[in-house]
Every structure is written in structure tokens, then in C-alpha cells.
């Protein structure tokens, strides 16, 4: 299996390692300010820029961030509410803005990631 990872704005596919791929009980998921978020998706993402936030959560492997989610308010209502209608947009439904791994973190981390996150 290849993996995606953007490194600088630039897609980059990686291969699996011949050992095993993600490690749970090295890594865990926690909430972070806005500004740690905005530092990876910023210079990781290819946008370069971090959309309207509600949430925002790290991957950690030890001390060290090696992934941002951020979880957001859409540009258009209809987006939650066509789904969801009887649901508050922003407060009962959102959406996954971004997600975004560093090359550190290991594959297969961002479903990881994202269950933890939900």
C-alpha cells in the first residue's frame, strides 16, 4: 500500500516500511490551540492556509506534533443543514476542515486519528 503526505505544500508518496506500519501505543491525540494547528496545515497543506475553526487536534508521537485536525464551520449553511437539517450548524454538526500528517507520523495514523478525534 502507498500513502499520501504533503511536506511543504507538496505531495509526496511514501511507501510502507517492511515493519509494522502505526503504532497506537506510541502516539495519542489531543486537543491544541489554534496556533499549533495553523503552524502544520500553513506550511504542510497544499492551501497554505487554515479555514474557519471550531476545534482543533494534534497527533503526538511522545513530545512531538506530528499531525493537526482540524474540525471547522463551512463556507455554505447548506453544507451541514442539507445532511442535517435538525442539527445547529457549528454547534450539533461540522466538517473535517483539515487533516494533515507530517512525514513522522506513520502510516495508516490518520484513520487512528481521526476515531480518536471523534
Do not use: K
Not at 442539527?87 to 507520523?105: F, K, M, N, T, Y
Amino acid at each position: 500500500m502507498i500513502g499520501e503526505r504533503g511536506l511543504r505544500g507538496r505531495t509526496r508518496w511514501v511507501r510502507p516500511p517492511d515493519r509494522p506500519l502505526f503504532d497506537a501505543r506510541r502516539h495519542e491525540v489531543a486537543r491544541v490551540p489554534e496556533r499549533v494547528a495553523r503552524a502544520i496545515v500553513e506550511t504542510h497543506h497544499y492551501s497554505h492556509s487554515l479555514p474557519s475553526a471550531l476545534r482543533c487536534y494534534g497527533l503526538y508521537n511522545g513530545p512531538f506534533c506530528v499531525g493537526a485536525v482540524v474540525i471547522g464551520y463551512p463556507m455554505n449553511d447548506a453544507t451541514l443543514t442539507g445532511p442535517w437539517p435538525d442539527l445547529a450548524p457549528g454547534q450539533e454538526s461540522a466538517e473535517i476542515s483539515r487533516v494533515v500528517l507530517l512525514p513522522d507520523a506513520a502510516l495508516h495514523a490518520a484513520s487512528w486519528t481521526l476515531r480518536r478525534v471523534f
